[in-house]
């Protein structure tokens, strides 16, 4: 029997969904507090009372200046966890579930690390980059397209087979 | 970014990422335990005591809602054997609880070397009543709630309930009192005049310990054990209390007795991921029987 001479699939590519990038990012956040960053809940569990928390603080600079670093290095690894699946991959284990690529914006060239660094700064809950936690949801809304990934020339994208 | 790559081969480059950053993140949380040790130093132990008093372990989930006797005791145990803790704290925000697990700790207080001294925050009545009397030196607020030197031991019964809905109890038992208490009978008059007679000689320990650490005339002590609680303005003016204040006389009477800074080191248990994952684990209260639902409780 003759073969059928359907024309090829093609696979085109769209901007990934909202609602698919935000479960994608809660079941990635889900994952990293799970199974990353469980080493740092026992020590600050073992450093901060399990009441009245801000007048400790208030007492305790010292402990203050030490919950920063903490929290500068578990920022770290959540920085390395998006970065390295990215550079890697194109994708975290949660964008996998919901088939989202992060792709370069150039579509020459390939997504380099610095590019997927660049784009997960807002981890830092620090000055300037807790900022992004409010203007990159608002730009997401508005332009569909986060300053992280503007500035560092990304994009967030589905392929479709049609 | 490899499109290209297989399944298979992007789940061994997903492990060996995982892999890394809980090796990378073990090796940090590790470093910082090692220099965050020594951190806390202080030569004021503070024991928190908070939420009702029971035997076994606390709530998971790193809430403060009950206190564990077996960990207060282990505290106690812990800063008496060390060397740089000078004068124990208790940090007392409880409404009582277990008739056992109060005493289990006041016997561990009253066997301490160290001054021990009891805070009273917003309540410190029934069993924390009885920590507190057996420190040396008791601090309240003014209008903290305190006393109820009393027992408890009321639950609710079952028996009409079943009757309604057409279920029977079946008793069958060995030892004609081994159901006393059950929710599902109704409690008959000489068991009733037991369970009493019970909860009776309780109080009465109760109170004889309170004016043995008190120092004070048994008698007024009885008067005193109605299990009504009395504000800390009220509860000074009875004796059952030393001082009206809160942190800086704590301070101030530490510093007095031991001549030097107080520095406060806190002792407090730290929740197992377990624990912190897993839900709220429950701990029994010791039952004088097995149907006994509600436990015996000061």
Known sequence: ?162 | MKQTESRPSKMKTSVKILIGLVLLSLFMATTINIFADGTLEGNVALIPIYGPIMVGSSDGLGSSSSTSSNAIVGFIKEANENPSIKAIVFDINSPGGSAVASEEIARAIINSEKPTVAWIREVGASGAYWISSSTDHTIASPVSVTGSIGVIASYLEFSEFLDDWNVTYRRLVAGEFKDMGSPLKELTPQEEVRLQKLIDDIREYFIDVVAENRGLERSHVESLATGEVFLGKDAIQLGLIDELGSQPEVITYIENELNETVEFVRYQASPSLLELLGGIIFDKEIKLSSDVSGGIRT
């Open chain 1, 1 to 162: 029997m003759d073969e059928l001479n359907l024309p090829k699939k093609r696979k085109i590519e769209v901007d990934a969904p909202l609602y698919a990038r935000v479960l994608a990012f809660i079941i990635d956040l889900l994952i990293l507090n799970s199974f990353i960053l469980f080493p740092f809940q026992s020590v600050l569990v073992s450093m901060l009372p399990q009441e009245n928390i801000s007048q400790f603080l208030a007492d305790h600079p010292v402990i203050v200046d030490q919950l920063y670093y903490i929290l500068f290095l578990m920022a770290i690894i959540i920085l390395l966890y998006f970065s390295l699946m990215e550079y890697k991959l194109g994708q975290t284990l949660g964008d996998m579930i919901f088939k989202i690529i992060v792709v370069s914006q150039d579509k020459k060239k390939q997504l380099t690390f610095l590019q997927c660094v660049l784009s997960n700064l807002y981890v830092f809950p620090f000055f300037p980059f807790f900022m992004l936690w409010v203007m990159d949801p608002i730009r997401l809304y508005i332009k569909k397209e986060t300053f992280s990934n503007h500035f560092s020339k990304r994009k967030v994208v589905q392929y479709q087979e049609v």
